[in-house]
C-alpha cells in the first residue's frame, strides 16, 4: 500500500481490517469490503429518538442517549419493524481506530436510497454527519429515518457504507447529469412511491411484488409535475463510468435550480459502468423528492452532479467483476423489488 493521497481502495481497507483500525464484532462478510467502500452491518440494539442530534465535541454518543433525547430501546433480535416518520440511532457492527492521515466519510448504500430511507452516520464527538476525523477511534451508530416504507430491520442488514480518504477531499473533475423523461418503447420513465404501502423486509431480496408500493409515471409531453413531499425514482440521460483510477460522489448542482432534491445515495466506486466490467451504458438511478410547491421537471434539466476524486491504490476487484444488482442498469428499482425494472 502506497502513502498516495485519495480514497483507499479494497486491498487497503482488508489490510486496515487485518491490522486493527477497522474492528468487528463477527468476522466480515465475505462481499462486505466493496472496490472503494466498506459495507456498515446494524448492530443488536438501536434506540427510538425524540429528533435527531449530533453528539458535540467530547461528547459520546452513549452519553446523550442516557439523555432525554431517547424514548425507549429496541433490541433487533430476530427482526424489528422501524416505522415511517420515526427517528431511530442503531449500533453498528464495525467500529474505527483510524491511523492520523486517515479518515473516514459515509453514505447510503443505493438500495437505502431507492427505499427513501434516510441515513446518517455518526461517531463520539461528531460535529457532522457522515463525517469523521483523521485519528478517529470508537464506535459506530447510524440514524434511521424511513421516508416512505416501514422496514423490518435485523442485526446485519446494511444500509450505509464507508469510505477512507488519505488526505484532504480533492475533487479532480465533476459530470453534470440531467433526467431522463423520454418514454423508451412505450415504457415509463419512473415511479413514484404508493403511500401506505406494506413492510419492506430488508432481507427479502427480490421478494416484493412493486405494485404494491410503486406507481409507473409516463411523461408523453417529456415533462412531469413533481407533488411536494412525495418520492420518486427516475433515470438520468447521461451514461455513466467510473474509471478503475477513480471514484466517484453525487452530490446536488445548486438548491436554488428548483423545488427538488435528486440524491440520496451518492458513492459510485471504480468500475461502475466500465464496458469490460460488464457495465457499459450504465444509468445513474435518481432518487428525488418534490419540496414546498409543485414543480416541473423537463426532460434533459439538470438534476446533479458527479464529484470524481482519485484512487490511493489500484482496484483489486472493480465494481461489477464479481456481480452487482446495479451494473449496467437503467431505471431500475431497489433489488428487494421483482420486475417493473428491478
Not at 82 to 98: D, H, K, N, R, W
Not at 181 to 207: E, F
Request: aromatic share 8%; net charge negative.
Amino acid at each position: 500500500m502506497t502513502d498516495t493521497t485519495g480514497i483507499l481502495p479494497d486491498a487497503a481497507l482488508a489490510r486496515f481490517h487485518e491490522d486493527g483500525a477497522i474492528r468487528a464484532q463477527s468476522a466480515l462478510d465475505s462481499d462486505q469490503i466493496q472496490p472503494a467502500s466498506l459495507d456498515l452491518r446494524l448492530g443488536n440494539r438501536a434506540w427510538r429518538l425524540r429528533a435527531s442530534f449530533l453528539p458535540g465535541s467530547g461528547r459520546s454518543v452513549a452519553e446523550r442517549l442516557d439523555g432525554a433525547f431517547t424514548m425507549h430501546q429496541i433490541m433487533l433480535g430476530e427482526g424489528s419493524v422501524l416505522e415511517t416518520g420515526c427517528v431511530y440511532l442503531a449500533e453498528l457492527q464495525e467500529s474505527l481506530s483510524l491511523p492520523a492521515d486517515i479518515a473516514a466519510a459515509m453514505n447510503p448504500k443505493s438500495s437505502t436510497g431507492r427505499l427513501d430511507v434516510f441515513t446518517r452516520v455518526i461517531g463520539d464527538g461528531a460535529e457532522a454527519f457522515d463525517q469523521l476525523p483523521t485519528g478517529y477511534e470508537g464506535p459506530l451508530y447510524v440514524e434511521i429515518c424511513p421516508r416512505t416504507f416501514s422496514v423490518l430491520a435485523r442485526p446485519g442488514d446494511r444500509l450505509v457504507q464507508a469510505r477512507l480518504r488519505r488526505g484532504a477531499h480533492a475533487g479532480t473533475r465533476s459530470v453534470t447529469l440531467s433526467v431522463d423523461l423520454k418514454p423508451h418503447n412505450g415504457g415509463p420513465i419512473g415511479y413514484r412511491a404508493k403511500r401506505h404501502s406494506p413492510l419492506v423486509d430488508l432481507k427479502k431480496v427480490g421478494g416484493h411484488a412493486p405494485a404494491a408500493f410503486w406507481e409507473p409515471i409516463y411523461a408523453a409531453d417529456g415533462y412531469i409535475v413533481l407533488d411536494p413531499g412525495e418520492f420518486y425514482i427516475l433515470a438520468s440521460r447521461e451514461a455513466v463510468e467510473i474509471p478503475l483510477h477513480e471514484a466517484a460522489e453525487m452530490a446536488p448542482i445548486a438548491p436554488e435550480i428548483g423545488e427538488f432534491r435528486a440524491h440520496y445515495a451518492g458513492f459510485f466506486d471504480p468500475g461502475f459502468g466500465v464496458e469490460r466490467a460488464g457495465g457499459k451504458g450504465s444509468r445513474a438511478v435518481l432518487e428525488v423528492r418534490g419540496r414546498d410547491v409543485p414543480f416541473i421537471l423537463e426532460h434533459g434539466q439538470p438534476v446533479a452532479k458527479l464529484v470524481y476524486e482519485p484512487m490511493a491504490d489500484t482496484v483489486n476487484t472493480p465494481y461489477g467483476r464479481s456481480g452487482s444488482n446495479y451494473q449496467a442498469q437503467g431505471l431500475k428499482l431497489s433489488k428487494h423489488f421483482s420486475g417493473w425494472g428491478a
